[in-house]
């Protein structure tokens, strides 16, 4: 005899007694308040041990072009193989999300998908199911059978930055404003960085999170307003860059859970903040370390060999877009490198299957991955216009230069757009969107070159015309002669979202020397601007700018430079 647990109105009785059999479900009026959606819930074989389901999703908000339906079981249920839906479990909770043929859900419409599972104990049928983070089989309050698509309501938008302003951090703000020339980008958008549990609730006096959101509300008005965060604190984190190593060890994912991801999705999830469209950029600097700095690489580091053996990296990243991905209104967008990190062929396609890993662990679906983010607190250019990767000089492929290296891409545009395919072809939606932070890779100014390098062989070609002047792309602390690049905007290419400026000008990579801190920040040589380089700059000279303070804290100088050398430049 098969068990279910129905979607009802919440003004209607239940139909079924105590024989267990399946409750029925009314359909909604004109006037009365619909649940967004239905979830009955079957089991239609039981033999003790083990067990069969049959699950029937009915959408009763505005059409899905994919979908994911999650529950928890109270009991010792797991899921062993599932037909119609792609089902991962992580400990009590399960997620189903759509295959590919079957991710369109009108209003009004349903689909189904069945499961086998074993248990011990007890069979109990889940209390609770959500649909895209929006809570099933209860009433919604009111209001129309179909609420209209927009934040809150659990229909995405497929940009959240079209038609959109986006939020200007008021203490970045003051600091820029305060710098002489400063008012002329002191209103820019910028991220706002949780890089830290205390960074939650404000750290000295500063702002938290939801004073950040209560802002966002005033500046929002009767208008669209992104508010873009950036989601850093994963245990031992940064494992190749001291700089911006984290208060957490590499063992205490529990405390990255319960203490920091759980209380921002909370706040986030309050209906306080519905309006709002909440970018949130996960952990930068994390996946693609398990990748190219760990075993036999030159590049490995012993902390990264950690991390991967592990596996907290790919739980947290997961962790953290399950549990921001059930917030309607959130769009989760992984970190994603840089060219000049992961554009080698033995990375590229290897940091792609990564993060589909994690995208898919603790619970986590694709579904709750909107995009990626590129070039985040790094240099390289934008679009490099006076050569290709396809150009030869001399019988040689620029390829074969010093800079470029064999890298199959030569700046961040190129590269965002061909790993997005990638991205795709190992199982991301296709309607995924990019990010690109254009921050600091404007290099302008005097050194900026006007055309093509000399042609006498392909390193002067390159070098000549290259408008990145690091003296490595491995090189990221502060580097001297950076400038601010494109102002943020939405769509400005294809498969693109946003040009943004996640890592905001002005706030150090890392300091120059020791600074004894309280934040869990340590030395960084790559920071230090006589350091003569390791594996991952090729044993080059750091390119760093002195006298810089820790990571995160204000860094007046490269302000200025950045200003100075911005392109466009700045009026």
Same mark, same amino acid.
């Given at each position: 005899?098969?068990?279910?647990?129905?979607?009802?109105?919440?003004?209607?009785?239940?139909?079924?007694?105590?024989?267990?059999?399946?409750?029925?479900?009314?359909?909604?009026?004109?006037?009365?308040?619909?649940?967004?959606?239905?979830?009955?819930?079957?089991?239609?074989?039981?033999?003790?041990?083990?067990?069969?389901?049959?699950?029937?999703?009915?959408?009763?908000?505005?059409?899905?072009?994919?979908?994911?339906?999650?529950?928890?079981?109270?009991?010792?249920?797991?899921?062993?193989?599932?037909?119609?839906?792609?089902?991962?479990?992580?400990?009590?909770?399960?997620?189903?999300?759509?295959?590919?043929?079957?991710?369109?859900?009108?209003?009004?419409?349903?689909?189904?998908?069945?499961?086998?599972?074993?248990?011990?104990?007890?069979?109990?049928?889940?209390?609770?199911?959500?649909?895209?983070?929006?809570?099933?089989?209860?009433?919604?309050?009111?209001?129309?059978?179909?609420?209209?698509?927009?934040?809150?309501?659990?229909?995405?938008?497929?940009?959240?930055?079209?038609?959109?302003?986006?939020?200007?951090?008021?203490?970045?703000?003051?600091?820029?404003?305060?710098?002489?020339?400063?008012?002329?980008?002191?209103?820019?958008?910028?991220?706002?960085?949780?890089?830290?549990?205390?960074?939650?609730?404000?750290?000295?006096?500063?702002?938290?999170?939801?004073?950040?959101?209560?802002?966002?509300?005033?500046?929002?008005?009767?208008?669209?307003?992104?508010?873009?965060?950036?989601?850093?604190?994963?245990?031992?984190?940064?494992?190749?860059?001291?700089?911006?190593?984290?208060?957490?060890?590499?063992?205490?994912?529990?405390?990255?859970?319960?203490?920091?991801?759980?209380?921002?999705?909370?706040?986030?999830?309050?209906?306080?903040?519905?309006?709002?469209?909440?970018?949130?950029?996960?952990?930068?600097?994390?996946?693609?370390?398990?990748?190219?700095?760990?075993?036999?690489?030159?590049?490995?580091?012993?902390?990264?060999?950690?991390?991967?053996?592990?596996?907290?990296?790919?739980?947290?990243?997961?962790?953290?877009?399950?549990?921001?991905?059930?917030?309607?209104?959130?769009?989760?967008?992984?970190?994603?490198?840089?060219?000049?990190?992961?554009? *080698?062929?033995?990375?590229? $396609? +290897?940091?792609?299957?990564?993060?589909?890993? #994690? &995208?898919? @662990?603790? =619970?986590?679906?694709?579904?709750?991955?909107?995009?990626?983010?590129?070039?985040?607190?790094?240099?390289?250019?934008?679009?490099?216009?006076?050569?290709?990767?396809?150009?030869?000089?001399?019988?040689?492929?620029?390829?074969?230069?010093?800079?470029?290296?064999?890298?199959?891409?030569?700046?961040?545009?190129?590269?965002?757009?061909?790993?997005?395919?990638?991205?795709?072809?190992?199982?991301?939606?296709?309607?995924?969107?990019?990010?690109?932070?254009?921050?600091?890779?404007?290099?302008?100014?005097?050194?900026?070159?006007?055309?093509?390098?000399?042609?006498?062989?392909?390193?002067?070609?390159?070098?000549?015309?290259?408008?990145?002047?690091?003296?490595?792309?491995?090189? *990221?602390?502060?580097?001297? $002669? +950076?400038?601010?690049?494109?102002?943020?905007? #939405? &769509?400005? @290419?294809? =498969?693109?979202?946003?040009?943004?400026?996640?890592?905001?000008?002005?706030?150090?990579?890392?300091?120059?020397?020791?600074?004894?801190?309280?934040?869990?920040?340590?030395?960084?040589?790559?920071?230090?601007?006589?350091?003569?380089?390791?594996?991952?700059?090729?044993?080059?000279?750091?390119?760093?700018?002195?006298?810089?303070?820790?990571?995160?804290?204000?860094?007046?100088?490269?302000?200025?430079?950045?200003?100075?050398?911005?392109?466009?430049?700045?009026?």
């Amino acid at each position: 005899m098969s068990r279910s647990r129905t979607a009802i109105l919440a003004a209607l009785a239940l139909v079924a007694g105590a024989s267990g059999t399946a409750l029925a479900v009314v359909p909604a009026s004109p006037g009365i308040a619909a649940v967004p959606c239905t979830v009955d819930y079957k089991v239609q074989n039981d033999w003790g041990t083990g067990f069969t389901a049959n699950v029937t999703v009915t959408n009763n908000s505005a059409a899905k072009s994919s979908w994911a339906v999650k529950w928890t079981y109270a009991g010792s249920q797991k899921v062993t193989n599932a037909w119609n839906a792609k089902v991962s479990q992580s400990g009590a909770a399960v997620t189903a999300a759509n295959e590919s043929y079957n991710g369109t859900l009108a209003t009004g419409g349903s689909v189904s998908f069945g499961f086998q599972g074993t248990y011990s104990g007890t069979n109990a049928i889940p209390a609770t199911f959500t649909l895209d983070g929006v809570t099933c089989n209860v009433d919604d309050g009111g209001g129309p059978t179909t609420p209209p698509p927009g934040p809150g309501t659990g229909n995405r938008v497929d940009n959240p930055y079209a038609g959109a302003k986006v939020y200007v951090n008021p203490e970045w703000s003051a600091k820029a404003a305060a710098e002489p020339g400063g008012s002329r980008i002191a209103n820019q958008p910028t991220g706002v960085w949780l890089d830290r549990i205390a960074a939650i609730n404000g750290v000295g006096g500063g702002m938290g999170l939801r004073a950040h959101l209560d802002e966002a509300l005033r500046q929002k008005g009767s208008g669209e307003l992104v508010v873009q965060l950036v989601i850093y604190n994963l245990p031992g984190r940064d494992c190749a860059a001291l700089a911006s190593n984290g208060e957490l060890g590499p063992t205490e994912i529990d405390k990255y859970k319960t203490q920091y991801i759980d209380p921002i999705a909370a706040i986030l999830g309050d209906s306080k903040y519905a309006g709002l469209r909440i970018v949130t950029t996960i952990e930068i600097d994390s996946l693609p370390n398990l990748v190219t700095n760990t075993g036999s690489r030159p590049t490995a580091t012993a902390q990264c060999d950690v991390m991967k053996a592990n596996g907290n990296y790919v739980k947290g990243v997961g962790y953290a877009l399950n549990k921001l991905g059930d917030v309607a209104n959130v769009y989760n967008y992984i970190d994603a490198g840089h060219h000049g990190w992961i554009g *080698w062929d033995d990375n590229f $396609g +290897a940091s792609a299957t990564v993060m589909k890993e #994690a &995208a898919t @662990a603790e =619970g986590a679906t694709v579904n709750d991955v909107h995009g990626f983010i590129a070039n985040t607190a790094n240099y390289s250019a934008l679009k490099e216009n006076n050569f290709t990767i396809n150009d030869s000089v001399a019988g040689k492929s620029v390829r074969e230069s010093k800079w470029v290296d064999w890298n199959r891409y030569v700046d961040e545009l190129s590269f965002a757009q061909a790993f997005r395919n990638q991205l795709v072809s190992v199982g991301f939606n296709s309607g995924i969107g990019m990010l690109i932070d254009t921050s600091r890779n404007g290099w302008g100014g005097t050194a900026r070159p006007a055309g093509p390098g000399a042609t006498t062989n392909v390193d002067t070609y390159v070098n000549g015309g290259r408008y990145d002047r690091r003296i490595h792309i491995g090189n *990221w602390c502060n580097q001297s $002669g +950076a400038g601010l690049g494109e102002r943020p905007q #939405a &769509a400005p @290419a294809a =498969g693109i979202d946003a040009y943004v400026w996640m890592k905001p000008p002005g706030e150090s990579d890392g300091s120059s020397s020791a600074i004894p801190n309280d934040e869990g920040k340590g030395f960084d040589r790559m920071c230090d601007p006589t350091y003569t380089g390791n594996a991952r700059n090729g044993n080059n000279l750091s390119g760093a700018l002195p006298n810089a303070p820790l990571s995160g804290h204000w860094f007046s100088a490269q302000f200025q430079q950045l200003m100075q050398n911005a392109y466009p430049p700045l009026s």
